[in-house]
């Protein structure tokens, strides 16, 4: 499938045709770590020369789109996703819309960052048109609603047309009923009729699959779900170092350990509410930041275990937090498939989890791996965590297995089109192009 790809590729491009023109000028395009102008690209007989004369192969190009690289898990995900497809000669552009974030620092080497310099996704297609044009990747995968829908659109712009491939993070359904932003609870309908143009659609778990087709009427046969690529040997290498929180550095006491945004989804009041429980030797690590901070500080005073619940904010290595934790709690309300519950797998931490669509329990197995309660129930989370904090560690190699990069990065590659099973998409492409071409003319 690669090997057609890259072959379509070269007859398309002939060899670098078009490029000489210095991509992204005027356009507010930043490529690379930081902002600035991106460099001129011109073609060469032996591939594409980059700044400072280096030079890449003609081969795969896949680009990421995401609105930034803030600390959330799809953001996570997609750059551990851009590690996986580097790892197999996959040349990767990370676009995003907005350059900020703390992840940026952890964009592997070798990928390129494009900066769109817009202040929204809603925004950013014309500059996410003229990247496509100019830069011509194979296929674009997307990540998170709003840039799902802006990468549809600008792909659907493109000609020759540029395959996309959408994919769905969160439990649909429960985020849209919980958005405060009217335009949000409005996404299902958005999806509903955007999605059919994406080439291939991709669900993080089973749940969000199925709640993704009976929310929005897609086809669940059109659905594919691709469990999210975590670098298990790039945690436990980062967890080996000492976690700088001085609860756990040396540590004395039981520690159990949250990470998330401090958001409603997150529902870290329920956490406090089941910690205030718990005997007075335990402590309560949360990790993430959010406009939540204020009002959980303010709780945790009220319950009178302020001195005992640290919101230590964002860290840029959270894994010394995972390894040396007694137990990690996630008290979410609704999630997509929640990263930090596999990353706890690397280092066999304990897990409580509340039992919300969707995720935890594919993840854990129906609770083979971890102990699943209720959401929204603090004594039910109090007592989980007092078991678990008594239980000893359980080696979970088979838990691992499915998450393994290499395994996701293969399943990925398998549903880019032109890959296996792609006919259908073919075809539906073929009765698609006579409305994109009376479109095109009237958009262009």
């Given amino acids: 499938m690669v090997d057609r790809l890259i072959q ?21 395009l930043g490529l690379g770590r930081g902002r600035g102008r991106a460099s001129a690209w011109r073609g060469s007989s032996e591939g594409r ?36 497809l580097l790892a197999r000669s996959v040349e990767v552009d990370l676009v995003v819309v907005r350059d900020q974030g703390q992840l940026r620092s952890t964009v592997p080497p070798g990928a390129h960052t494009v900066v769109l310099g817009r202040s929204g996704v809603s925004r950013c297609v014309p500059s996410l048109v003229r990247y496509l044009r100019e830069r011509r990747p194979d296929v674009v995968i997307s990540a998170l609603s709003h840039m799902n829908l802006a990468t549809i659109a600008a792909c659907r712009l493109v000609r020759p047309r540029v395959q996309v491939v959408v994919t769905q993070h969160n439990h649909l359904s429960t985020s849209s009923a919980h958005a405060p932003a009217r335009r949000d609870r409005f996404m299902p309908r958005l999806i509903r009729v955007a999605y059919p143009w994406a080439d291939r659609i991709v669900a993080v778990s089973g749940g969000v699959a199925d709640d993704l087709a009976t929310t929005t009427g897609l086809s669940r046969d059109r659905i594919e779900v691709v469990y999210n690529p975590i670098a298990f040997e790039r945690i436990m290498s980062a967890g080996a170092a000492r976690a700088d929180h001085p609860w756990l550095s040396p540590k004395t006491t039981p520690v159990v350990v949250a990470m998330g945004r401090l958001v409603e989804q997150k529902d870290f009041a329920t956490l406090i509410r089941a910690f205030a429980r718990l005997g007075e030797q335990v402590r309560l690590i949360i990790l993430g930041d959010g406009p939540l901070r204020r009002s959980l500080e303010d709780l945790a005073a009220e319950l009178g275990v302020g001195t005992r619940v640290s919101l230590a904010g964002f860290v840029d290595n959270p894994y010394p937090y995972l390894r040396t934790a007694d137990v990690l709690a996630s008290s979410s309300r609704w999630e ?9 797998l690397a280092f066999d931490t304990p897990i409580v989890a509340t039992d919300c669509e969707s995720g935890p ?16 129930e603090p004594a039910r989370l109090a007592e989980a965590i007092g078991e678990a904090l008594s239980a000893a560690r359980v080696d979970r190699p088979k838990a691992r297995l499915p998450y393994r990069m290499d395994t996701a990065t293969s399943h990925y590659l398998s549903l880019l089109p032109g890959g296996s099973g792609s006919d259908g998409g073919r075809q539906r492409r073929q009765r698609r192009t006579g409305w994109s071409q009376r479109h095109m003319n009237t958009a262009t």
């Fill in 49 to 84: 020369v980059w700044p400072e004369g280096r030079v890449w192969p003609e081969g795969l190009r896949v680009a990421l789109t995401l609105p930034d690289l803030v600390g959330g898990g799809a953001e996570r995900v997609s750059v551990d996703l851009a590690e996986g």
């Fill in 8 to 28: 379509r590729r070269r007859r398309d491009r002939g060899g670098g045709r078009g490029l000489g023109r210095g991509w992204g000028r005027g356009l507010g």
């Fill in 336 to 344: 997509g498939l929640p990263t930090v519950l596999i990353e706890a």
């Fill in 361 to 376: 329990r594919e993840i854990l197995d129906h609770g083979a791996w971890g102990r699943l309660v209720p959401v929204g």
